[in-house]
Every structure is written in C-alpha cells, then in structure tokens.
C-alpha cells in the first residue's frame, strides 16, 4: 500500500487571522473553493472567536453560508466557547476545533484564562459535540516555546494534549505558534506527548518563523505522524504572538512528502496557481520556496 499523509489547510484561518488587511469575504470564499480544487479535503475555514479580539474572523457566519457544501471536503472552524460551538453550529459546521496552550502566558494572552480553566470552558462543547455528533479537533500551541514564558517542557504539552485527547478530541494538533522549534526539540516533544496521546492521533502544526517547518514535519512524519497543517503560500502567524510567522507553506509539504513517495493526494501545479493568485490578491508574492520555483520554471 502506497503510504500517505493527512493535510489540513489552516490558511483561510489560521493565515488570514494575522493579515493587517481585512480580506473580502468573497474573497475568501473563492480561496477556499481553489484550496477545494486542488484537492485539499480538510479546510479550516473560519474562527467564530470574538470579532472585538479578532476582527478578520468576524465575517464567520457570512463566510459559511457562501461556502455551501462541497463534496467530501472537510471545514472545520476554531472555536474559543461555547458561544462559539453555537454559533458554529447555527452556521452548519460539522467539525470544530478548540485550542488550548501549553503555557500558561500565551493562554492569557490568547484566550484571556488561564489553561485550566479554557479546559472546563471546553467541556459543555464536548458534551454539546457528542450529542450532535459532531467532532472535535484539539490544538495545543506553544508546545516548544511561548513568547511570554520562553521554553515549554515537553511533561506539559503532553499534559495539556492528554487532557484534550481524554475529553473526547478525536485529533491533538502540535502547534509550534512561533516556528522556533528543530528537528531536535520537536522530537523531544513527541516523544513526551507520545507517552500520553497514540502517536497516530497527533497532528503537526509547525509556523516557519525560523525556515524549520518542513524540517520539523520531515522529523514529525519519520517518529510516526501522518497528519499535518499548513497554509497555502505560507500565509499565517498568531495575533497574540509577536514575530510568529506563517504555517509552514502546503506547497512545500506537498513537494517534501511527493518527494518521499508518500500520497497527499494535492494536485501540486494547481496549488502552486491558487498560492500565487491569493499572494498577488494580497499585493506579495507567496512565502513558499515552491511555489516561487515552479513559477520559475
Ligand atoms: P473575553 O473578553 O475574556 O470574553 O474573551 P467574554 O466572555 O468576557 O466576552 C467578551 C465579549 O466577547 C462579549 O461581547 C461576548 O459576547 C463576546 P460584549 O458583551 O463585550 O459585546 N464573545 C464572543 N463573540 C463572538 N464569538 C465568541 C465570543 N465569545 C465571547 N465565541 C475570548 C475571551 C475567548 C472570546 C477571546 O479571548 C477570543 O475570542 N480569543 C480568540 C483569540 C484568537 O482567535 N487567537 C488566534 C487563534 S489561536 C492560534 O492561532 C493558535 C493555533 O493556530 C495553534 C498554534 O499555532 O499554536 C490554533
Ligand atoms: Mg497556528
């Protein structure tokens, strides 16, 4: 059996969510058909977080209808609350994903509470979740080091993501929200968190900051994981996290595991064509050496 890999476009959130400029929601919507078109099948379309704490989040609802539905493809959207799991809801989502951090500064800072108590706010949406069967995805950020706080120890992400996985989230996503990880400090994580979550249940969600991103999935996928997140042309960051950059770019994960022999089922040209076509919208040019080679070519 040819072996293949699992990813999630976190672009139209996760990248939009730290753009200065407020992208039009239809706009949006046509990214997401183009991401849909290239043949990614998990798409984070959205965050129904406070649009006073995240104002490029706050056309949610709009931004769901106008997607629609779209054959075997996957939209999960962020949610911080269960003022969120409803509105989620109301908006037809079938997935969401809730985020917790692994430091207790970068948990302030993002979600305003400290990590216990963003735990038991998730608790009404796991019971609303299950009842509507609707499934839940977890995020743990910060799981190498948080600007506030500084180095993380892999005993707490392993904590914090064991906690999630036995509330009931299907999927733990490793958020390296400022991309200062290596090869090295990722691995001493998953060996930590691997103590607590099956290794098959972790996803990797590594920001570039330091150009390690396709590193770190590369070390990530050899200790065993198969999941992944990234943004197309490397769009992304975190507003509460000063100097993160961009997701790892998904051309550059589709490029490195085609490389390995293993599937992603992307049509790679096509999103190499979307990643210069929302950079050109945005007035740049993608963050994504692959995407900048194949042009080239
Ligand atoms: P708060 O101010 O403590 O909340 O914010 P509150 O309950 O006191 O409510 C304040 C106001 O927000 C009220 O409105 C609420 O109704 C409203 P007002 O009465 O002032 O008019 N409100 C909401 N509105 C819409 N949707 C909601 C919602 N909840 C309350 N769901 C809160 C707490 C969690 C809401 C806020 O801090 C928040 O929205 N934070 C989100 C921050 C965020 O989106 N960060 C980026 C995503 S995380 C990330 O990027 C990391 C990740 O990629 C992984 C990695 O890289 O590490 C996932
Ligand atoms: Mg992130």
């Known amino acids: 059996m040819i072996p293949s890999v699992r990813i999630v476009e976190v672009g139209p959130r996760d990248g939009l969510q730290n753009e200065p400029q407020i992208v039009a929601t239809d706009v949006k919507r046509a990214l997401i058909h183009r991401l849909a078109g290239a043949g990614l099948k998990h798409i984070e379309a959205t965050a129904f977080v406070s649009p006073k704490w995240v104002p490029q989040m706050a056309d949610h609802a709009a931004l769901m209808a106008m997607i629609g539905d779209i054959d075997g493809v996957n939209f999960p959207v962020l949610v911080p609350n269960f003022k969120g799991f409803e509105a989620a809801m109301a908006s037809g989502a079938r997935e969401v994903a809730v985020f917790a ?106 920001h570039d900051t330091y ?52 599937e992603t089922g992307i049509d790679l040209p096509r999103l190499v064509d979307c990643a210069h076509w929302f950079s050109a919208k945005l007035g740049r040019g993608p963050h994504s050496r692959v995407a900048k080679a194949l042009l080239a070519r």
């Open 101 to 206: 951090s692994a430091s207790e500064g970068f948990s302030q800072k993002n979600i305003n509470c400290s990590i216990a108590e963003s735990i038991d706010r998730f608790v009404p949406i796991f019971e609303a979740a299950r009842a509507q069967n609707v499934r839940v995805r977890g995020y743990v950020s910060c799981v190498v080091a948080c600007p506030y706080d500084g180095a993380i120890a892999p005993a707490k992400v392993a904590d914090v993501a064991g906690l999630l996985f036995d509330a009931g989230c299907y999927e733990i996503s490793l958020g390296d929200t400022i991309g200062v990880g290596t090869p090295a400090s990722v691995r001493r994580m998953l060996e930590a968190v691997a103590g607590r979550v099956p290794v098959e249940r972790l996803a990797g969600h590594y």
């Open 211 to 262: 150009g390690m991103g396709v590193a770190n999935a590369f070390a990530s996928w050899e200790f065993g994981l198969t999941a992944f997140d990234s943004s197309v042309a490397g769009l992304g960051g975190c507003p509460y996290a000063e100097g993160a950059s961009g997701n790892v770019a998904t051309e550059d994960l589709v490029y490195l595991f085609e490389g390995l022999g293993v």
